[in-house]
């Protein structure tokens, strides 16, 4: 049962626009949400994170929104460049510790 | 800092064969250490979760014989695949967390895994 959703498998922007990749999540026990960014075949980077304690997440070009009512967050990249091509992974995180992930967008930032 | 060095990066297999993959944390130690898998363009899917000195905890699904985690020293978890099959074939990714209560985490860089 996928307790966290990323319902846009793909996303196209082009280049110093806003990215906004969407999240849902379905378990009201998490209290931590991440952003991570992962290249083919390689492990998945830290990029930002929330509290459920905020609701704004703020770092460089990147800002995470979280809405704690509707179980939803999102990631904004302003202004969006082509480095930022990758697939985006939102992860939850509660007691257990361990890391609820997304499916994952593919972001593809055009010039 | 915080360094999860994972090997081998990929690896091809016979059917049948075993496999060993290795995460180290290079700089700090690791109490617990989270196994995943992702198949294409699906999610990291938590395998189970291993903590140093103790058995590990699988998720449902995942079977405890074929999957076999050690997690023997701070610094040093493994993952078998035992009696490999081509259904195995995917990309394994470690990842421990960092910082005392803290929700820092870091990753393997993964492996991939064929099994021929």
């Known amino acids: 049962d996928q307790q966290v959703k990323q319902n846009s498998p793909s996303l196209s922007v082009q280049e110093g626009r806003i990215s906004i990749l969407n999240c849902d999540y379905t378990?009201?026990?998490?209290?931590?949400f991440l952003w991570y960014k992962k290249y083919p075949a390689e492990g998945p980077t830290f990029l930002i994170s929330?509290?459920?304690?905020?609701d704004k997440n703020e770092d460089g070009r990147f800002t995470v929104f979280l809405n704690k009512s509707a179980k939803h967050l999102s990631l904004h990249i302003v202004p969006s460049q082509p480095g930022d091509s990758a697939v985006y992974f939102c992860?939850?995180?509660?007691?257990?510790?361990?890391?609820?992930f997304g499916k994952g967008t593919s972001l593809l930032v055009t010039p | 800092g915080a360094v999860v060095s994972q090997h081998p990066s990929w690896v091809i297999c016979k059917s049948g064969t075993s496999v060993k993959i290795e995460c180290r944390s290079l700089?700090?130690?690791?109490?617990?250490m989270f196994w995943y898998r992702q198949f294409p363009k699906q999610s990291l899917m938590l395998m189970a979760t291993?903590?140093?000195?103790?058995?590990?905890?699988?998720e449902q699904g995942v079977e405890k014989d074929k999957f076999l985690i050690n997690h023997a020293s701070l610094t040093l978890s493994t993952l078998t695949v035992t009696s490999a099959h081509p259904e195995d074939s995917s990309f394994y990714i470690c990842?421990?967390?960092?910082?005392?209560?803290?929700?820092?985490?870091?990753f393997g860089s993964g492996t991939r895994l064929t099994v021929v």
């Open positions: 700089d700090f130690q690791a109490t617990t």
């Open positions: 929330i509290s459920s304690i905020k």
């Open positions: 378990n009201s026990m998490f209290d931590y």
């Open positions: 990842s421990a967390r960092i910082g005392a209560g803290g929700y820092g985490y870091t």
């Open positions: 992860a939850a995180s509660g007691a257990g510790y361990a890391l609820n």
């Open positions: 291993s903590n140093e000195g103790s058995k590990a905890t699988y």
